[in-house]
């Protein structure tokens, strides 16, 4: 009898796995292995990248059986960059890199069942890169997922395993697979040995592995490199010995690495060295490591993430900084700018600085990594935030001049142009800690290559590659459907349930995780305590950044400023942003703004609430290990939500002294 049970179990396990995935199908991330068809190939060209591609098709084809697809390399002006063009039997590039994302594309959409005949596909940015916060001992900044799959994993993190080589090869070929070309390999806050011979070392065997896949390898920089590593007594960038070392750097680098891409600097701000420290700007010191770089078609991406101690309001500091140094920089120096103003909050308005600059060619900076919304532990898809600011209208050049088109070259005709994400990548089994954080990794690629493409595209091509095998797919539009929703309002979920209506910045220090509206300690910097930007009282709440209050709404160009400066007419998402509101004033619905605070609060829990019982529902549509990993994961959520919810209002309510309302989930 126990021997019958037995065989039915086992028989009923193989049954499950025939119908759905495994979970380690998973950390193959959306590249799923499929029962390819055969398919033949011809190839006008041949080369690492090539053979990729060609190796790609042959694993992954669905189409016709034995059918002939052709890879030519094309002039067609049509194809721009390392774009492509889909044919019937054909994938046409100007560059092999173009063929192998052709054949990534092909790829997708026959596994997607989407058209594939005369598609052709340019990327809005040049360069589309990942910045990882990885420091050389293995820690990573603001990383959940892990230690770095680059440094420290060894006693003196210089080791290379074959382990590692194959890691660093999935790394590469998932990064291709969605159009990103450019990866930094250290954190901004960077460790000056990082340029020292050995570490180069390494640098080169990374970027051995990542070429084929057309990812080139970036490095921070320490501004005091000369300095620390290099024995001179200062690091001053008009310093002749100090101009010297640097070329002799990028001279040693690019012996090591010809195709090197060049370098990103943090400097002058949150204690890291820089120019200032020697009376210089910005300017100079970026300069000098443009010219230094120059000669081998290096670039600089200088970070705009500049702010002082000071009681100034933070978010105005870099523009300021900034704006009197446009059109100086040298040709191959890029700013690199923060969506926001502040510093990757649930929400801001964009930052100004995108609007700003006439003669300086500047790039976006998204968070991948989650910060400030959750770490890896809530699931927040982070496309829509993304799609917000790309979408959003500086009025640069009038109206229709986004922060898409202010970046993509369309309002400046340059093509040196660049977007980075800060990476949510780890040593995690799963690569970035949450399985639905993959998402936002496939969304900034996505978006990185297509600035117009819609979040709810991104969420649908990523589940369906994510979790549904061939027989499924066509079957489970239930499943897509629930948990599409559940990513699409995931972000406003956390923005309700952390900071709505514009207020920003009430994280606990340090971690970033939970609440801290209360904070405050008088030896802590004006700037980095809490309460400096939400400013409660019992006048009402919000920072005020008008033209009464410290003016940041004149760095945006009309009729912005004025829409922003104006309570009636500035947009309800960011009134308490640009704003400090009497608890008693009427929104447009009717509710007084602490009613409305409250019941804002109470419905971004209930949302996540609601994502539970989704996800529950979908039970055995996929593997159970990943459908209980986010259930589990879903439930810190909802807890994580309702502690919010709970300190932020018995915190306000001091000061608005009103009833929280009834109709609301009553504090835990
Ligand atoms: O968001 C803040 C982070 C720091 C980070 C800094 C930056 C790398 O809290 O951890 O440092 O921004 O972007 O430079």
Not at 143 to 172: P, V
Not at 542 to 555: E, I, K, L, P
Request: proline share 4%; aromatic share 12%; with cysteine.
């Amino acid at each position: 009898m126990a021997y019958i049970k037995r065989i039915i179990i086992v028989a009923l396990l193989m049954l499950n796995q025939a119908t759905v995935l495994k979970a380690e199908d998973g950390h193959a991330l959306w590249l799923r292995n499929h029962s390819a068809i055969k398919v033949n190939i011809s190839s006008t060209v041949r080369s690492a990248t090539v053979d990729l591609a060609i190796a790609e098709l042959r694993n992954g084809w669905l189409g016709k059986e034995n059918m002939t697809i052709k890879l030519n390399l094309t002039k067609n002006p049509s194809i721009k960059r390392d774009g492509f063009q889909l044919e019937e039997t054909a994938i046409n590039a100007r560059t092999e890199l173009g063929l192998l994302y052709g054949t990534y594309e092909l790829l997708r959409r026959q596994y997607l069942n989407l058209p594939q005949r005369n598609v052709i596909s340019n990327p809005s940015y040049s360069r589309r890169i990942l910045n990882h916060w990885d420091n050389l001992d293995g820690s990573i900044e603001r990383g959940y997922a892990g230690s770095s799959i680059f440094w420290g994993n060894t006693a003196n993190g210089l080791n290379i395993t074959n382990q590692d080589r194959e890691k660093w090869k999935a790394y590469a070929r998932a990064n291709a697979s969605i159009g990103i070309n450019g990866a930094v390999l250290n954190n901004v806050n960077a460790s000056a040995k990082i340029l020292s011979p050995a570490y180069l070392e390494k640098v080169k065997a990374i970027a051995e592995s990542l070429r084929p896949y057309g990812i080139k390898t970036y490095l921070s920089v320490n501004f005091s490199s000369p300095v620390l590593i290099g024995k001179l007594k200062k690091a001053d960038p008009l310093d002749p010995l100090v101009k010297q070392w640097w070329k002799d750097k990028a001279a040693e680098i690019y012996k090591l690495i010809p195709d090197f891409g060049g370098f990103l600097v943090k400097a002058n701000s949150e204690g890291q060295p820089g120019p200032q420290d020697y009376g210089r700007t910005h300017v100079d010191g970026a300069n000098m490591l443009a010219d230094a770089l120059a000669p081998f078609n290096g670039i600089v991406m200088w970070r705009a993430f500049v702010y002082n101690p000071s009681p100034e309001d933070r978010t105005k500091q870099a523009y300021k900084e900034f704006l009197p140094l446009d059109g100086a920089f040298k040709k191959n120096v890029i700013l690199q700018v923060k969506n926001g103003p502040l510093d990757f909050q649930p929400r801001e308005p964009f930052s100004p600085l995108f609007g700003a600059m006439s003669d300086t060619p500047v790039m976006p900076e998204f968070q991948i990594t989650q910060e400030y919304l959750g770490a890896s532990r809530q699931l927040v898809f982070l496309s829509t935030l993304w799609e917000e600011c790309l979408n959003s209208d500086t009025y640069k050049n009038g109206k229709g001049s986004t922060v898409a088109a202010c970046t993509d070259g369309s309002l400046s005709k340059t093509d040196f142009t660049a977007i980075a994400g800060v990476a949510n990548i780890g040593n995690d089994v799963n690569w970035t800690g949450h399985t639905f954080a993959q998402a936002n990794w496939y969304a900034f690629g996505r978006l990185a290559w297509n600035n117009k493409l819609e979040s709810k595209t991104i969420a649908e091509e990523w589940l369906k590659q994510t979790f549904l095998d061939d027989k499924e797919k066509k079957t489970d539009a239930n499943f897509i459907k629930t948990i599409q929703e559940i990513m699409l309002d995931s972000r406003e979920a956390a923005v309700d349930y952390m900071m709505p209506l514009g207020l920003h910045h009430i994280f606990a220090e340090g971690h970033h995780y939970g609440p801290a509206p209360w904070f405050s300690n008088d030896k802590i910097r004006p700037d980095w305590t809490s309460v400096y930007y939400h400013k409660a009282d019992t006048a009402g709440i919000g920072f005020d950044r008008t033209r009464s209050g410290s003016d940041a709404v004149d760095q945006y160009h009309e009729p912005l400023s004025s829409t922003f400066n104006s309570l009636s007419s500035c947009p309800e998402i960011y009134l308490l942003w640009f704003h400090h509101v009497p608890w008693s004033y009427r929104l447009k619905n009717g509710r007084d703004l602490w009613t409305e605070l409250c019941i804002r609060y109470d419905h971004g829990v209930q949302q996540v609430r609601s994502f539970q019982k989704n996800w529950d529902k979908i039970k055995g549509s996929i593997d159970s290990e990943r459908f209980a990993e986010v259930q589990s994961k879903l439930r810190t959520q909802s807890r994580d939500a309702q502690i919010w919810k709970d300190a932020c209002l018995l915190y306000f309510q001091q000061f608005s002294r009103r009833e929280i309302p009834f109709e609301i989930e009553r504090p835990v």
